[in-house]
């Protein structure tokens, strides 16, 4: 696992959208699994501008969802799929055919995260994966103690990732489904480089124990050490409780320029 801490999320978003960027352009059709969520979002304002600025061509590139809410209405401004579709596909001029997502309004919830999981199989897999952290160290919403061999299903929220996403439902937690799809850990663990976004101290206490503690369903991200190719980039404020920060800065200040993220 790579730690990169950056100054603050603007530098985090501009760092990893160059590295989406240079996949693009060594693979055109390349897939790109995009997550939700305040964090990511210099990341999509980055890319978007490499667009705009004709530094990167997308017209063959693909994106795919990582989770999905269960049960709302189709089309509902806050499914992950409307939400894909107005912060990354929109705004990079991509096709609707173009994105693939879990479908969280089949009335076989089951058979929707099985047809999944092909979905992404038969796309090739997924190339490069965008995630951001929960602060109880969820990935996509794979709450503690999922099982790090777990395959895209459906799951129950804990009240706290309800309360953290109320902000979306006007702050209303009665409005926030209870029941989720996402890509499993063992479904994640599949892509073929993982990259971890976190900022701000309220991550800080989920990256530490992601990056330094062990391997634990308890907190789902720490799988990512098992990742022949994860990278975790932080804000310093995300840093703030790594105690091998020196280290994870002497090594990036050091790293082959050639060698990308
Ligand atoms: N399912 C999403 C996750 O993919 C995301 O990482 C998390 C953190 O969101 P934020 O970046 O807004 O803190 O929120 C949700 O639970």
């Not at 980055?46 to 809410?69: F, I, N, W």
Request: proline letters at 5%.
């Amino acid at each position: 696992m790579e730690v990169v801490i950056v100054p603050d999320a603007k530098a985090g978003g501009e760092l990893i959208a160059e590295s989406i960027a240079a996949l693009w352009r060594r693979k055109p059709d390349a897939l790109l699994g995009v997550a939700t969520g305040s964090t990511p979002l210099p990341i999509y304002d980055a890319l978007t501008a490499k667009v705009a600025a004709g530094a990167v061509d997308v017209s063959r590139a693909r994106v795919c969802q990582l989770d999905e809410y269960v049960g709302l209405p189709v089309g509902h401004p806050e499914s992950y799929r409307a939400t894909v579709i107005r912060q990354v596909v929109e705004p990079l001029g991509l096709g609707a055919d173009s994105f693939i997502g879990p479908d969280g309004s089949a009335a076989d919830v089951q058979a929707a995260c099985e047809a999944y999981d092909r979905a992404l199989s038969s796309a090739g897999g997924v190339d490069l994966q965008i995630l951001g952290i929960g602060t109880d160290g969820h990935i996509g919403f794979n709450e503690p103690c999922s099982s790090l061999a777990s395959r895209t299903r459906i799951k129950t929220l804990t009240e706290q990732t309800r309360v953290d996403n109320a902000r979306f439902f006007d702050d209303d937690i009665e409005q926030v489904p209870h029941h989720v799809i996402t890509q499993g850990i063992g479904t994640i663990l599949e892509a073929r480089h993982l990259v971890l976004l976190a900022t701000g101290e309220g991550k800080a206490e989920a990256v530490a124990a992601t990056v330094e503690g062990p391997v634990a369903s308890v907190v789902p991200a720490s799988a990512l050490q098992l990742h022949p190719h994860a990278t975790v980039v932080v804000d310093e404020a995300a840093a703030s409780k790594l105690k091998l920060a020196h280290y994870f800065r002497h090594t990036y200040a050091n790293k082959p320029t050639w060698q990308g993220l």
